[in-house]
């Protein structure tokens, strides 16, 4: 089995059903440094070869923050519902974030495929390849190395990891905010409905109108918020936080855990916290959190470790945020990566939050496992 044969583009949408190939298959479409097209294949995802899982977003775009507010251009990519990192290859990094599965990597599902089967053993009766065997030109002891770069100068440096985050700008090429192409995509894709586009960037307009300097602003905002409070929407989520300039931003400890009820406050409670740059003690709210506010979530971890994206290096936090689940970035707001399908956990701080008690049983809409469709055997 070689890759030759399979195909690097099957043009998915979301919500199709794949198969992760095989181990065998996928370690033949690698370099010896574990990666395609400059994208790292990396051991955690290993454990998914041979299930099946719906696509969530077609990944032909992403942001890469670290490096810049634009946008970055991907070739034959999806996100899996639900597969995120869980950082077991990486020292436990705790990002979480959603892999990108290349389509040589999957397959679609069809008629003819029995539950389970792999393309590979469809392809070869069910005999298989053992392992090692074939032509491909990357081990699983490959990858593993692959996931730190190699030691050079004084040992005592920190180790530098390589994962896909730290490599989304290697693997992509920059993308213009007002390339239209994109946004086509967007939609054939099933990524974004028409509703969602039109209501977005009819957002783009109304805030550029109400940061004119015209003196319309505080009228637009107000207006905003009323027509949002009669639907249920989100307040308008551009504005400056309350902290005066010079003050220290307050903090709160609640010690949540894992699996405990919150409601994240208003967000005008969580103005009160912010200073004039949207920052609590150097943690960012992010307006794509405002849709998120007044609701309640389950805390899903307390953050200590993760992956610097930039340089590699693993940063212990001295203040711990969590992640609260299902409370991601949809790129709602933003100009330059709209509709990116990234889906970054977005990080709390415990003033930001407060318990609820739970005696409701589940909290509606809680998609935190992987949605698995079938398993091999």
């Known amino acids: 089995m070689t890759n030759q044969t399979i195909p690097s583009s099957l043009r998915l949408r979301a919500g199709e059903l794949v198969e992760v190939r ?55 990519a999806v996100h899996l519902e639900g597969l995120r990192c869980d950082g077991s290859d990486h020292d436990e990094c705790q990002a979480g974030c959603l892999f990108y599965w290349k389509e040589s990597w999957l397959r679609r599902v069809d008629g003819d495929s029995k539950p389970g089967q792999s393309a590979l053993e469809s392809l070869t009766g069910g005999r298989g390849v053992a392992e090692g065997s074939g032509t491909a030109a990357c081990t699983v002891a490959d990858l593993q190395a692959a996931t730190r770069e190699k030691a050079t100068g004084d040992p005592a440096q920190t180790c530098t990891y390589i994962c896909q985050a730290t490599r989304v700008a290697a693997a992509t090429q920059p993308l213009p905010w007002w390339d239209v192409r994109q946004y086509v995509e967007d939609y054939t894709s099933g990524n974004v409905t028409l509703f969602q586009m039109f209501s977005s960037f009819l957002f783009v307009l109304y805030h550029g109108l109400a940061g004119s300097g015209l003196g319309i602003g505080s009228g637009m905002r107000w207006i905003y918020d009323v027509f949002q409070r009669l639907r249920g929407g989100a307040p308008y989520p551009l504005r400056p936080g309350r902290v005066p300039k010079g003050s220290r931003t307050p903090s709160l400890t609640l010690d949540l855990q894992p699996g405990e009820l919150v409601r994240m406050k208003s967000y005008h409670e969580i103005l009160e916290t912010l200073d004039e740059n949207w920052r609590n003690r150097g943690l960012y709210f992010d307006a794509e959190m405002v849709p998120f506010t007044d609701r309640t979530f389950r805390v899903l971890k307390r953050v200590q470790r993760i992956i610097d994206e930039k340089s590699g290096k693993m940063l212990n936090l001295k203040t711990e945020p969590l992640i609260l689940e299902n409370v991601v970035c949809e790129a709602r707001y933003a100009r330059c990566r709209k509709f990116c399908p990234r889906g970054y956990y977005q990080y709390a701080r415990e003033i930001w939050l407060e318990r609820v008690s739970d005696d409701s049983g589940p909290v509606p809409g809680d998609t935190s496992k992987p949605a698995q469709t079938k398993t091999d055997k």
Do not use: W
Request: charged share 25%.
């Open 22 to 76: 095989s181990k065998e298959e996928i370690l033949s479409t690698l370099d010896r440094q574990g990666q395609l097209e400059a994208m790292p294949f990396m051991p955690e995802m290993l454990q998914y070869c041979g299930q099946r899982y719906k696509v969530g977003k077609r990944a032909h775009k992403t942001c890469d923050p670290v490096n810049g507010l634009g946008g970055r251009k991907m070739n034959n």
